[in-house]
């Protein structure tokens, strides 16, 4: 039994906090309390109480800033040394490389990996709470998030939605056999997909060096 990654195992795996890592990324620079309370309809001592747990675990840091005559107010921004995915589930990353040794990279053998990754996919997705996230996208991302594979949501919409990995976790592995590692995660991005939603499919699965990240995910709602 592989060790699955849950959502109480991650800082990020509850849902305001992973939001507010996103929306910090998105905006590029600092933020104050009430300004992200604000975009998340809360009192900001929730946000702040988020942060603070965000700040302890090395994920975004507090400044101080004035303005005016006014008491300093604090402003938050993602940590340079941020690292919100993590390393790889154990049992996962082992894997990884020992398929990368094993596997041959022939057509039948890479359907065999992309079947297998499928099956890990289902599991990863039959341990996420779909329920806490609202949503199958914001579910989806958050299953990818435990894995470490710093998703970011782009182009939602009724029809599906797209998604980058700003970090390739197996990139040792990917580096001694592309192929190989590559098929196996497409196959597990299925297999998440089928177990949260089953009317959504994988449309597009592109790799991109795994040093620079960067692959792109994209989903469809099922025909």
């Not at 929730?46 to 800033?65: D, F, K, T």
Request: glycine share 12%.
């Amino acid at each position: 039994m592989v060790d699955l990654p849950r959502k109480s195992h991650g800082v990020l795996g509850q849902p305001t906090r992973a939001r507010l890592f996103e929306m910090l990324e998105d905006l590029g620079h600092p933020a104050a309390t009430v300004e992200l309370a604000q975009k998340l309809g809360m009192h900001p001592n929730g946000v702040r109480n988020h942060l603070e747990v965000m700040q302890e675990a090395g994920l975004v840091e507090r400044r101080r800033s004035r303005r005016g005559r006014g008491r300093p107010r604090d402003e938050w921004a993602i940590s340079a040394s941020a690292e919100p995915g993590g390393s790889p589930p154990t049992a996962y990353a082992e894997l990884a490389r020992w398929l990368a040794r094993a596997c041959p990279t022939g057509g039948e053998r890479l359907e065999e990996l992309e079947s297998v990754g499928r099956e890990l996919g289902r599991e990863v997705g039959r341990n996420t709470d779909r329920e806490s996230w609202g949503d199958a996208p914001d579910a989806i991302a958050a299953a990818l998030t435990t894995l470490g594979f710093q998703p970011r949501l782009t182009d939602r919409s009724e029809g599906g939605f797209g998604c980058e990995l700003g970090n390739c976790p197996y990139r040792e592995a990917v580096r001694e056999n592309q192929p190989a590692i590559c098929g196996l995660h497409r196959g597990m991005t299925a297999g998440l997909l089928e177990a949260i939603d089953p009317e959504l499919k994988l449309s597009e699965f592109t790799p991109r060096d795994p040093d620079q990240a960067g692959c792109v995910v994209v989903v469809a709602a099922g025909g």
